[in-house]
């Protein structure tokens, strides 16, 4: 049914897990990458090759808002109005994207040539405001850019939008680094060289020097030691002690221990993972091989969110690259130790970075989050001991080993060691990825790094953690970002994704363009988060057009109180923290929405 080389990279798929089920997702996004909609047929096909039921495949492919059963145009066009991209005026590309086309959202052109969507955060948000074709990014959107590119594919002219096109990799359209004189480059040393993603500048860097040292010379305790002196705390969001963390998988256990790398890098705001995976593959490999040797592990996966498929290749092609060296497979750097890893690609459900959905999806299931304790490190994946870890997480740790867990420490102030990799994005002059020390103020990053707040404007806002952390108001400016000082002011640091709002932006609109992204994206398990959710959206949509009612400010409100803490995930308090603090920190211009019957900061729409 398919080409042989799709029925060949199926088969490395299924080689790669101890259950064949987990091939299912990057399985049906293969199948569909190359004959289209996911039919019966397929279905089908799938469920015989995995000894699965056709009900257990099609219960996946409508959790994942990218595999599909509906036809898609040759270019299939997705424009990005999440946050960071409505900011910097999604919302005029996408409109302008209708216009051109002619088209409604899910529609394909009569040629079969052009079909469009509106989708929510792709991770290209310090880069806004942007839109994918098919898997390829086209970031720094203005409207006379998109008009070419739909000329371009009219005339279908189009680029290679191949799945394993190389022209993807290196496109000259992104750079999403931001080169700072003042920034500490240790997590981004590397990345300023051309070619750093190859193994061979790698190795010019002394990569993989450490983990030989490392898997010669220390054994887990000491290596697990060295982490928690370094005071690492995890860069996906919650920010628990690494060092903690690894110590409570049990040594003792007779399963087979996991190792789980997040690249589902999903929260609005953040795209700090994307350069890493991008700019220098092996040092991530080098740490999860080192962090592999400390959890005495000897298979891990990098689960890479179903948009980065570029990064999928490019990381993919690292790890193969580090087998052909012996720096991974057995008996790595002929020290007797063995260690196998698989890259492995989502498809596009945000609730997946959470690391109990993740693993679940791992297992080729729905994202449902799992219900804790058990924690993975006893319970993880296929029920044995896991550690997931974020990809920033994972890259420090050769520096760590390399320096010393107190040199790294001391980077940043107490119980906060060590840089950070900030996305900075919104209405700044240069949004960028910035590595700074942690303790770095707000003010400094946003003034000094990303150029400061758009010329000509006022800061009134700023979203310090990702799209879920509660927005602070600019009075908060001289925080440091350390996980106590932000909490003081009252938000979280979360994933490290700063989002600046200046005097035009409705804080209305941006609580309504939230909490639409987190109806789209619950799981639908617990009731508080799947009915609030849209209640809320519904609530904000109404709301802002102008058709507000008196009551809807402390209804709003005391619907996200009422989600908060009553899910079993956070996801349900994610979606509730940016409303309550909207209404907490800006309810005048909530009350101002009522008075005018319309938003006082978009004039043109209809008052009532
Ligand atoms: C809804 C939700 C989404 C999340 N998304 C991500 C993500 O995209 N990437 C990530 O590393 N962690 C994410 N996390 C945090 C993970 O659950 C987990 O804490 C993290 O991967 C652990 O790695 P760390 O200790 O290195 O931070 C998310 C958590 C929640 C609740």
């Known amino acids: 049914m398919f080409s042989p080389q799709t029925e060949e990279k199926f088969s490395k798929l299924v080689s790669r897990y101890p259950s064949k089920r987990s091939a299912l ?29 056709p009900l257990e495949v099609e219960e996946v492919i409508s959790f994942y808002s990218m595999l599909t059963k509906k036809p898609r145009g040759k270019f299939h066009l997705q424009v990005c109005t999440n946050i960071s991209c409505m900011l910097r005026g999604a919302d005029k590309i996408w409109e302008r994207v209708k216009e051109k086309t002619g088209l409604k959202p ?52 189009g680029p290679d939008t191949s799945p394993d096109s190389e022209q993807m990799e290196s496109s000259p359209r992104r750079r999403h680094d931001a080169e700072h004189p003042r920034a ?12 750093s993603r190859s193994l061979e500048n790698f190795l010019a ?3 993989y020097q450490t983990a030989e040292k490392v898997l010669k010379s220390m054994n887990a305790d000491q290596i697990i030691e060295e982490v928690k002196k370094s005071g690492l705390r995890g860069r996906g969001g919650a920010g628990f002690s690494t060092g903690m963390k690894w110590g409570f998988v049990p040594r003792q256990s007779p399963k087979p221990k996991y190792l789980v790398c997040n690249a589902d890098e999903s929260e609005p705001g953040t795209c700090k993972d994307r350069p890493l995976l991008e700019y220098d593959p092996h040092q991530l490999i080098e740490g999860m091989i080192i962090a592999a040797r400390a959890l005495e592990c000897h298979q891990a996966y990098i689960y890479i969110r179903g948009e980065y498929r570029y990064l999928f290749n490019i990381v993919s092609r690292a790890v193969e690259e580090a087998y052909a060296r012996g720096f991974l497979g057995k008996n790595i750097f002929g020290s007797g130790w063995n260690l196998e890893l698989a890259t492995h690609t989502g498809a596009g459900a945000y609730i997946c970075g959470e690391e109990t959905a993740l693993l679940e999806s791992l297992e080729g299931k729905r994202g449902y989050p799992r219900i804790k304790p058990p924690f993975p490190a006893v319970v993880g994946l296929y029920g044995c001991p896991t550690v997931v870890n974020n990809v920033e997480t994972l890259s420090a740790i050769p520096h760590i080993l390399k320096n010393g867990g107190e040199w790294y420490a001391k980077f940043g102030p107490e119980k906060n060691g060590g840089t950070r990799l900030f996305s900075v994005s919104g209405h700044v002059e240069r949004p960028g990825n910035y590595e700074v020390p942690m303790g770095t103020t707000l003010r400094t990053l946003i003034e000094d790094f990303a150029g400061g707040v758009r010329q ?6 700023i979203i310090p953690g990702g799209s879920s952390t ?22 979280m640091l979360g994933s490290g994704a700063v989002i ?73 308090d994610a979606s509730a923290m940016p409303v309550i603090s909207a209404i907490k920190n800006f309810r005048s211009e909530f009350e101002e929405h009522l008075k005018l ?5 978009e004039k043109n729409l209809v008052a009532v």
């Open 25 to 53: 997702i990057p399985m049906l996004l293969f199948a569909q990458d190359e004959k289209g909609p996911l039919t019966g047929e397929i279905v089908d096909y799938v469920a015989r090759y995995l000894h699965l039921t």
């Open 500 to 572: 600046v709002m200046d005097e035009t932006t409705c804080i209305v609109n941006v609580a309504r363009v939230l909490t639409r992204f987190y109806a789209h994206e619950s799981c639908g398990w617990c009731v508080p988060c799947r009915e609030g959710t849209v209640w809320m959206r519904k609530i904000f949509n109404r709301y802002h057009d102008g058709f507000g009612r008196k009551e809807d400010i402390d209804l709003l409100d005391s619907v996200a109180k009422k989600i908060l803490g009553h899910t079993h995930c956070p996801l349900g």
């Open 184 to 195: 500490t480059r240790l997590l981004t040393a590397g990345m300023a060289a051309k070619d």
């Open 106 to 157: 899910g529609q394909v052109s009569a040629d079969g040539v052009v079909s469009i969507e509106e989708v929510e955060c792709m991770g290209a948000c310090t880069t806004a405001p942007a839109l994918q074709v098919n898997y390829d990014f086209y970031e720094n959107l203005t409207v006379e850019r998109v008009d070419q590119l739909l000329e371009d594919l009219g005339r279908r002219k």
């Open 205 to 207: 860097r002394e990569g």
């Open 470 to 491: 509660p927005i602070l108001t600019a009075d908060k400016i001289d925080t440091p970002l350390t996980f106590e000082d932000i909490a003081k002011a009252g938000s």
């Open 456 to 461: 000509g404007h006022q800061l009134k806002a």
């Open 597 to 601: 019957g319309a938003c006082p900061l």
